[in-house]
């Protein structure tokens, strides 16, 4: 310290150190509180002059902008990009705070078909100029876009009947079906959608009704109503998105017949009955005494039927000739029982002979055995 004021000494003739220290104190106090009006107004004047001075700093950076397609036609937009990358430059603040801020800027694209050629057709947008620009400010400007070139499809919408088919899931209770086929009413709707989607639709030939429970169900006979599946085509595996079909009456009809299931049993062994007039005046002789019969009913009833409630006769009242001839058996059947499949004829020969045979017996081995006729 010493050696320093000896220094200013020499270069200051007339120097003290106290002189010094009341010089500073006196001068830093009239540079802090003279003039303070001045004083502020020049601080304010630095600060715009250094904003002034960032601001003309230019940057670049690349963003995201949602794609907006907006048309007044009614029509549907198909693969249409989410987004678009833009190239932007501009002052370098205003950059900055865009890179703050994906997703507040969006590229609007003005729809326009004045010229219809084709029920689809395809979009390309090649030119920045084709697209608006929100949440830019005017001092940024857009360069360039990846990818360069924007395509999406456009469909006419349109409208066309379509058959309506039930579907089920899930099985009856044990013993009960669902009888086949199931009115609909009605039994084609009228639905709309975009071209390419209906020739889909008409492709397949029907649309379904959501999907009607039929587990342990049992003796139903009723009208119910059921909404169409409008988010998926039959025989499709791909959902479709809600809206894409619609459908001003969305709501059928179906009639569900419920009944106990219906089954086949054959009767071995029936026994085949003669039925003739008393006054018959031929010999006859059945060459098949039994014959197999197939019935139809509900499980339940065709359990308990036994060979002898089956009644299975030919009737010969009416025949007149003599000889070899086919004849239909006839057959009555227990109630709830039909027959299943038709019988086959079995073969009768008549005898012209002077022994009748009486009406109605038959022996053991089919042949008609009588007393003498005259």
């Known amino acids: 310290m010493s050696r320093m004021k000896e220094w200013m000494a020499s270069c200051l003739p007339g120097w003290s150190w106290s002189r010094l220290r009341s010089l500073l104190s006196r001068n830093l106090r009239s540079l802090l509180y003279t003039r303070r009006l001045l ?25 995201d902008a949602a794609l907006v ?67 830019l400010p005017q001092e940024v400007d857009v360069v360039g876009a990846s990818p360069d070139q924007l395509e999406f499809q456009v469909e006419d919408l349109i409208e066309r009947y379509v058959r309506v088919r039930p579907r089920f899931t ?29 020739e889909e639709v008409t492709k397949v030939g029907y649309l379904e009704t959501r999907p009607i429970p039929l587990t342990g169900r049992r003796g139903s006979d009723e009208w119910q109503t059921f909404y169409l599946d409008l988010m998926q085509v039959p ?8 809206g894409m079909l619609t459908c001003e009456e969305p709501m059928v009809k179906v009639h569900l017949l419920i009944r106990p299931q219906v089954q086949e049993r054959v009767i071995q062994g029936v026994a085949i009955l003669v039925m003739i007039p008393a006054d018959f005046p031929f010999r006859v002789e059945l060459k098949q005494a039994r014959c197999d019969v197939c ?78 006729g005259g």
């Not at 899930?170 to 975009?194: K, Y």
Request: hydrophobic share 40%.
């Open 39 to 63: 004083k502020g107004i020049s601080l304010v004047l630095a600060i715009l002059l250094w904003h002034a001075i960032s601001a003309t700093d230019v940057s670049s950076t690349s963003l």
């Open 69 to 135: 397609v907006t048309t007044d036609q009614d029509v549907y937009l198909r693969g249409v990009p989410e987004k678009v990358k833009l190239h932007v430059r501009g002052p370098a603040n205003k950059v900055e705070k865009l890179s703050r801020g994906p997703g507040r800027v969006f590229a609007r694209y003005r729809l326009r078909r004045e010229m219809r050629t084709s029920p689809v057709e395809s979009v390309h947008i090649r030119s920045l100029a084709d697209l608006d620009f929100d949440g």
């Open 170 to 198: 899930g099985r009856t209770a044990e013993g009960f079906e669902l009888v086949e086929p199931v009115p609909v009413d009605p039994s084609e709707v009228v639905v709309r959608g975009h071209f390419s989607l209906l």
């Open 235 to 242: 025989e499709t595996a791909s959902p479709l998105g809600a």
């Open 295 to 372: 019935i139809r009913g509900p499980e339940v009833v065709l359990r308990e039927v036994r060979p002898e409630d089956l009644r299975l006769f030919v009737d010969l009242g009416a025949v007149r000739e003599v000889g070899k001839q086919e004849v239909l058996p006839e057959v009555k059947l227990p109630d709830g029982v039909q027959l299943a499949r038709p019988l086959d004829a079995v073969s009768v020969v008549v005898f012209r002979n002077p022994q009748a045979s009486p009406a109605g017996r038959v022996g053991e081995e089919g042949k008609t055995h009588g007393d003498t």
